[in-house]
C-alpha cells in the first residue's frame, strides 16, 4: 500500500518558468512532510519541510503547499535553474513516529 | 564538518555471500535508518534504529540485519537470505522527534551502490 504518492514520474520545465511537483497521501495521520532532493548516484538532501498545522511555507525560490483535505501537496519552484534537475522525492511522517515514508520520486528536468 | 558517511561507495558481492555496509555519523543524532533505492521507485526502509542497542524492522527488512552498538555507528548486512540484493543502499539520521512536536528532517549518506556478481 503506497502511503505517498507521486503520480508522474517526469516534469520538463523551461529555465526560469514555475516548476510544481505534486504529491498525495493517504494516511491522514500524517502531520508531517519534507521534500528532498536527488542527484544520481548521491544521497538525498533536504529542500524544504512543512508541518500539518500551516498551509504554506517558503523559503527562496521553494515553496510547499499543504492541502489537508485533499491529502495533497505540491512544490514550487520559481524560478527554475538548470541545476534544478535532479529527482524530488516528498516523504511524511505520523507524529510521535521516527520513521519517513517516501514518494516515488519525479525526475524534474530543467531546458534551457 | 558533521555529516553521515557511507563505505564504500561501490561494493561487488558474489552470490551466497554476506556483506555489511558501513554507516558512521557524527551529527550526534539518537535515530538511524537504512533505505533501499530500486530504479524507478521510492526509498523503501529497511530498518530503523530509535536508540542504541534498539532497532524496529521497516517495511523490506527480510534478508538484512543491523545492529546499533554505539550511537555514531548503524552497519547494515546484506545476508544471502535476501533475494534481490542488487540496488542502492541509502542510510540516514536524524534527532529524534518528540511527542511535543518537534520535527526535524533527516539528513542522508552518499549511498553505496551494491552488485551481487
Known amino acids: 500500500d503506497q502511503q505517498v504518492k507521486q503520480n508522474s514520474p517526469s516534469l520538463s520545465v523551461q529555465e526560469g518558468r514555475i516548476s510544481i511537483l505534486n504529491c498525495d497521501y493517504t494516511n491522514s495521520m500524517f502531520d508531517y512532510f519534507l521534500w528532498y532532493k536527488k542527484y544520481p548516484a548521491e544521497g538525498p538532501t533536504f529542500l524544504i519541510s512543512i508541518s500539518s498545522i500551516k498551509d504554506k511555507n517558503e523559503d527562496g525560490r521553494f515553496t510547499v503547499f499543504l492541502n489537508k483535505s485533499a491529502k495533497h501537496l505540491s512544490l514550487h519552484i520559481v524560478p527554475s535553474q538548470p541545476g534544478d534537475s535532479a529527482v524530488y522525492f516528498c516523504?511524511?511522517?505520523?507524529?510521535?513516529?521516527?520513521?519517513?515514508?517516501f514518494g516515488q520520486g519525479t525526475r524534474l528536468t530543467i531546458n534551457p | 564538518d558533521g555529516g553521515i558517511t557511507q563505505s564504500p561507495k561501490y561494493l561487488f558481492r558474489k552470490e551466497g555471500q554476506n556483506v555489511t555496509l558501513s554507516c558512521e555519523q557524527n551529527?550526534?543524532?539518537?535515530?538511524m535508518y537504512w533505505y533501499r533505492q530500486d530504479p524507478g521507485q521510492g526509498l523503501r526502509l529497511i530498518y530503523y534504529?530509535?536508540?542504541?542497542?534498539?532497532?524496529q524492522k521497516g517495511d523490506i527488512a527480510e534478508g538484512y540485519s543491523v545492529s546499533r552498538e554505539k550511537k555514531e555507528s548503524f552497519p547494515l548486512t546484506v545476508t544471502s537470505a535476501q533475494k534481490n540484493p542488487t540496488a542502492f543502499y541509502l542510510c540516514a539520521s536524524s534527532k529524534t522527534q518528540g511527542y511535543e512536536g518537534v520535527n526535524t528532517e533527516a539528513f542522508f549518506g552518499q549511498g553505496t551502490r551494491l552488485t551481487v556478481v
Open positions: 551529527l550526534n543524532h539518537d535515530a
Open positions: 534504529s530509535q536508540i542504541v542497542n534498539d532497532f
Open positions: 516523504a511524511a511522517r505520523t507524529q510521535g513516529a521516527q520513521k519517513l515514508v
